[in-house]
């Protein structure tokens, strides 16, 4: 029986590629997107395409109801957004709460909302995918305050869901997929999103127990908290 992944964020970039290389590798995938005026991007590689904005609740809870029932091996928590915060002066209560809501908090309520669809199959897998710029350990100078905040957030909240459902067999993870030509990694990243997602995705094929809570780059390398 072909395992089934959920990737959040799929319409473009990094999101669109996971769809894309998770079905060559043979995986039922079911994607989201916030709006379903793109799901046209994303159906030729996807079993099902269904809506979900991460920021809101709401949207969550639909989403899960809408699968009940489904069993889901490998949930890869990928959308984000960033705010245009490139300096102290221009921090606003709204970029953060919109970012964090969207990068933080919605990979976590998600996971929750979905903790039955996981139970129910034999990977029991997530795949937070945050960004070294989250990593405070490699601070070198402030910009993205909100962004950056968030993903230490996420990293945080990967480590303590790993701690509290590795004993159910769980492997939780946070992966920084490298710095990318998308939409926000913008036209002077030295990476391409389909060498990323590849090698990424070959990583967590050969993840286990002993990989719980780790911070990776997409290559597997550690990165330091």
Not at 17 to 44: C, E, Q
Not at 90 to 105: C, G, H, I, P, Y
Not at 138 to 145: C, I, M, R
Request: aromatic letters at 6%; hydrophobic letters at 45%; a positive charge.
């Amino acid at each position: 029986m072909p395992r089934t992944a959920l990737v959040t964020g799929t319409n473009r970039g990094l999101g669109l590629d996971f769809v894309k290389d998770l079905s060559r590798r043979g995986y039922h995938v079911i994607a989201t997107v916030r709006d379903m005026k793109h799901a046209a991007a994303v159906s030729p590689f996807a079993k099902r395409v269904l809506p979900l904005e991460q920021a809101d609740a709401a949207s969550i809870h639909a989403l899960g109801e809408v699968l009940s029932g489904v069993p889901i091996d490998v949930l890869v928590n990928n959308a984000g957004m960033s705010a245009e915060d490139k300096s102290v002066t221009t921090l606003s209560m709204e970029a953060f709460d919109k970012v964090f809501r969207t990068n933080a908090f919605g990979p976590a309520l998600l996971t929750r909302a979905l903790l039955p669809n996981l139970r129910a199959a034999q990977t029991r897998r997530v795949l937070n995918i945050s960004s070294t710029l989250g990593s405070i350990a490699n601070v070198s100078h402030g910009f993205s305050y909100a962004y950056r905040a968030s993903k230490s957030a996420l990293n945080m909240l990967t480590a303590s869901l790993a701690r509290e459902l590795g004993p159910e067999g769980f492997t939780i993870v946070t992966f920084c997929p490298g710095w990318n030509k998308t939409d926000m990694g913008g036209p002077a990243a030295p990476l391409m999103p389909a060498d990323s997602v590849r090698k990424l995705l070959d990583v967590a094929e050969g993840l286990n127990s002993a990989s719980n809570g780790a911070y990776l780059s997409h290559e597997g390398k550690p990165i330091a908290w």
